[in-house]
């Protein structure tokens, strides 16, 4: 059976809608491992005081916050995600920020057309791309959002090899869930990390000046059983692999994680290898 992006989306926005408590949970964790690459993803946007900011994919809104506090008064942010759900909790992290500034709005990434054309100083999406069934659609949508001489801007994970905190776990359900490899031009954690595939999609949705920034992030926590609880509780895509494994083998193939995980276990705690791109291109 083939891929099937209409359901893998439904499947997509289900698996959000119940991670998305755990996702603003785990908020902490994520801007501390995230902080930096977040960071120069709004640089690379150009977000400034007075910025009007579309963020695709927002999720919880850790990025968002970020940018509406860049934005200041002059600016906003609209914070869009295909999960209703986490965008609530979105909203609640603008309010408890005393954040005035943000919007939030349900919204399929790939269909954007709700946005006047040039509505917006710059585009940003903090791991939300790579996850997109039609990433050219995403990214056309985000330049015609845009106004002339705007910014996108987006962080990915690299590769697997880099990033072996998630692809080891990925890799094990696969295994177990006898999952075919993905094929090029599927959605993925990984489906814009290898070289030139980033550069190349932006280049195709009309982006000049397309830059790619890499930025190691290592995801640091107390312990293996701890990273195995961050991505069990909060990780959509791997419950998403899950789906083909009987829910009675499922305990087993935790278990399994969390000893590969156990490898990245130092003196200093669980140091998981992590390696995201920013990318950045002009309209």
């Known amino acids: 059976m083939g891929f099937d992006p209409i359901q893998y989306k439904t499947t997509t926005r289900e698996q959000w809608e119940t991670a998305a408590e755990a996702w ?14 977040t960071e120069r993803m709004l640089d690379a946007a150009g977000v400034t005081e007075g910025s009007r900011v579309l963020d695709v994919a927002a999720g919880a809104g850790g990025q968002t916050i970020a940018a509406a506090r860049r934005a200041g008064q002059d600016g906003g942010v609209v914070a869009t995600d295909i999960s209703p759900t986490i965008l609530t909790f979105a909203a609640k992290l603008a309010a408890d920020a005393g954040l005035a500034n943000v919007e939030t709005r349900e919204a399929d990434g790939e269909s954007l057309d709700a946005f006047a054309p040039g509505s917006f100083d710059a585009v940003i999406s903090r791991l939300g791309l790579i996850y997109f069934p039609d990433q050219n ?39 177990r869930a006898q999952l075919p490899a993905p094929q090029p031009g599927q959605p993925g954690p990984f489906s814009l990390g290898a070289p030139d595939v980033l550069e190349t999609a932006l280049r195709d949705a009309g982006f000049t000046d397309v830059r790619v920034e890499t930025v190691p992030a290592p995801l640091r926590l107390p312990n293996a059983a701890r990273c195995l609880r961050f991505e069990r509780e909060s990780f959509g895509a791997l419950h998403q692999m899950l789906g083909g494994v009987p829910e009675a083998d499922r305990p087993a193939v935790w278990a399994e994680i969390e000893a590969a995980l156990g490898r990245f276990e130092t003196v200093d705690g669980f140091v998981g290898p992590c390696e995201l791109l920013v990318a950045s291109g002009v309209k």
């Open 24 to 37: 603003d949970r785990w908020g902490p964790t994520l801007e501390d491992w995230l902080g930096d690459a």
């Open 137 to 175: 659609a995403a990214l056309t949508g985000m330049h015609r959002a845009l106004r002339d001489g705007g910014r996108v801007a987006a962080v990915v994970y690299s590769t697997p090899d880099r990033n072996a905190f998630f692809s080891l776990p990925v890799s094990i359900i696969r295994e």
